[in-house]
């Protein structure tokens, strides 16, 4: 096949990617390509059929299919071009792709812009170091989620699930459904790792008990997996001796965190930041690669995937800018920081002259009435929580930002007790 060339090329069918494709044609972009590895489109969202999507997009609840047919149906009518079964594999430091698809076997994609939309990877057991064989039987959560959804396979009917992630949450409520017996989630961290509304909705419903500050120390069997030993632990993450218990289970769930999938990004030169593992940003989505901008999990781990649409709706319109060579110049440098209860936030750079929303993610949750500020004095919030599980966002006026003296480089994000 033929070396293609477009405006805007997007790696990614998931919500971020599509709604980047969206973006960029509503910005005036001729050609836009989105390239997915799978048969599909939709990206996680396509195993993801409980409700729960749609509240902020579609003021509807919608399940991922639904919520994902929306987007897609309005991605065709805005003229977005897709190319499936289509694995990006190398990219270029201009961002230039190399894609290998079975029928058009291996093509270059040379694009003005390209937007990284590649999600986000579940955490292994091997990152995890729990003591034990290696038997059949132990999955993360996600994988028994798209058996269970879309393969229609069972992966046990007797479960423990690690972790509070909301996917192993979903998917405990999910395995009760289906017949299986869930003998508890099991959370080294003294607070949960899902929202609130899925340890009520998934768990509370169901009679599903929740640990924290316990976890798996051991697993047992050879070839399947026979039980585990949990254990609770102290402030340091260290297990309790005396407080062992032996848990009789065919299936361990893993729910113990996503990692956004960057290899790509790597390869290309674009820089990563160290607490989200995605690229460092500015607040028009573009990374240390002027012509690589990125949205979705591909930057930071979203607890919503409305949120991830509307960010890659703005990712594509900029894309698309600066394809068209109109993208706004950069006026200044303020570098964003983490305060003492804050490490995941994205952008990280803002280099423009207009609003910015920063969004962040605390370390520990607040559960007293609490504000989450911006300093030095550029915004402040009053909430009655914070919580690691949900994001939070913060609205920042261009004219503030633009009114702060020369001398000002970072601003501080933090939230705290009050
Ligand atoms: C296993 C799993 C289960 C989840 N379940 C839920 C849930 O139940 N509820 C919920 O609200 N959120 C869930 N999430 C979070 C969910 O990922 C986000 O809400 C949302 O899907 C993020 O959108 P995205 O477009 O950034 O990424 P994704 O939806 O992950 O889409 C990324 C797309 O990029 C494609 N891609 C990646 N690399 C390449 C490449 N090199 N070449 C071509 N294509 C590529 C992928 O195939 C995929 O289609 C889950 C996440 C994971 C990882």
Redesign the pocket.
Known sequence: MADMQVDVAI???????VAAGIGAREAGAEDVLV????WDLG???Q??I?P??GLHAFKEELT?PEYMHRWIERAHKAGVAFLTN????KMESDGSLWVMNPEKGVFHVTAKATVL??????RPLGAINVPGSRPSGIFTA?TA?RFVNMEGYMPGHRTVILGSG??GL?MARRLVWEGARVEGVFELMPWAGGLRRNIAQCLNDYGIPFYLSQTVIQVHGRDRLEGVTVAGVDEKRRPVAGTERYIACDCLLLAVG?IP?NE?SRMAGVDIHAATGGPVLNEFYQTSRPSIFAA???VIV?D??DW?SQEGVAAGRNAALYAAGILEKPVRRIEVRGGRNVRLFSPQNIVGSGDVTVYFRVLRPIEKRCRIFAEPGLFERRQRYVRPGEMNEIHLKGAALQALPETVTTITLDAEEV
């Open positions: 790696i990614g069918a998931g919500p971020a990617g390239l997915e590895r799978d990206g996680i969202l195993q993801c409980h729960g999507f991922g289509s694995m990006v594999f939309a590649m999600g986000c990877r579940e996600g989620q909301d996917i979903i996503l999938e790509l979705g999990n591909v979203y919503l995937a991830v």
